[in-house]
């Protein structure tokens, strides 16, 4: 067994303090049993890479009312140093050493034959074109017999009087007015707010209106953990955990307060709700760790 590490045990004390478990911790964080068995005891190598080292050791912080920033700078020599994930897919093609022969001589059999080919073609050609030409000649030759005559329509419009033409001008106004208005409602569609930073480093909160919709969709570009929770920390996705490129994690909150969208490595995802994108107010080069707040709101 690992013996602990000055980290690892102030870790674990302040777990034992609150009478914690490690399976009691594993249900609040919704990270494995195994990694955080694995702080405790400095034992890095079993985590998914280093990047999530300082993310799973924030959240077990957090967890036991420890300052994640605190511990993070005074066991900084027991932590691994943060690395940006990068995911890199490398396809090596191997060419064939032979290929066949997409075509092959003509035999002379067929060489021989293709004069008298050529010539039936032109024939068969001739024979078509004189056949349309002869066509057209006699279709042109017909009498048109449904030929109508043409009826002339008096479409001159009265004079308008001062008073009738004061009438219309109202009128349009009128109409421009409402379509104006109809336009305005059919305009009116969700609206979400600029991200507003909150002082722990990690949190940025919007808020969504205009719509009765809540659903999230993020879109993973490489490996990252994602989780999403409703206003009561309650999981809401199928499963809080690390997600690889191509995957998407779809959540639809509707009739929650709002919802909280952790994100490991926020560079390899990008956040959309009710399929518009979400803007982050921090960027993922200074803040790779992020907590994402949608709160929803009826009012406009």
């Known amino acids: 067994m690992l013996q602990l590490t000055e980290l690892g045990a102030r870790l674990k004390e302040a777990r034992l303090s609150k009478g914690y478990s490690l399976d009691d911790l ?31 050791i924030k959240q077990y912080a957090e967890a036991v009312d420890l ?25 090596t093609i191997q060419q064939p050493q032979s290929r066949r022969s997409l075509s092959k001589m003509p035999s002379k059999g067929f060489m021989d034959l293709m004069p008298k080919l050529v010539v039936a073609l032109f024939i068969i050609i001739a024979i078509v074109a004189l056949w349309v030409l002869f066509q057209n000649k006699a279709d042109n030759s017909k009498p048109d017999n449904n030929t109508e005559t043409p009826v002339t329509v008096d479409t ?10 004061d009438n219309e001008v109202a009128g349009s106004k009128e109409q421009d ?34 719509t009765e919709e809540f ?38 909150a509707k009739g929650k307060q709002s919802v909280r969208i952790r994100l490991g490595a926020s560079a390899n995802a990008k956040v959309f709700v009710n399929d518009e994108k979400l803007k982050l107010a921090a960027s993922p080069s200074e803040r790779s760790t992020q907590n994402i707040v949608i709160n929803f709101s009826e009012k406009e």
């Not at 993070?72 to 396809?91: D, F, H, I, Q, R």
């Not at 409402?178 to 919007?206: A, H, R």
């Open 177 to 210: 007015k409402n379509d104006e208005e109809t336009t305005k409602k059919e305009k009116k569609q969700q609206e979400l707010s600029k991200g507003t930073l909150v002082n722990d480093n990690e949190t940025t909160n919007y808020t969504l209106t205009g």
């Open 67 to 91: 300052s994640a920033d605190e511990l993070l700078e005074t066991y900084k020599s027991e932590v691994p140093a943060n690395k940006t994930v990068e995911s890199t897919t490398t396809a």
């Open 215 to 252: 659903k999230i969709r993020v879109e993973v570009t490489g490996d990252t953990w994602v989780g999403v929770q409703d206003e009561n920390r309650t999981e809401i996705s199928d499963r809080a955990d690390v997600y690889h490129a191509a995957d998407v994690v779809e959540v639809d």
């Open 156 to 165: 001159k419009t009265p004079p308008t009087t001062g008073k009738n033409k």
């Open 26 to 56: 594993q249900e609040i964080t919704k990270i494995q049993k195994r990694y955080l068995s694995a702080i405790e005891e400095g034992n890095y190598s079993i985590m998914p890479g280093t990047f999530y080292v300082r993310a799973f």
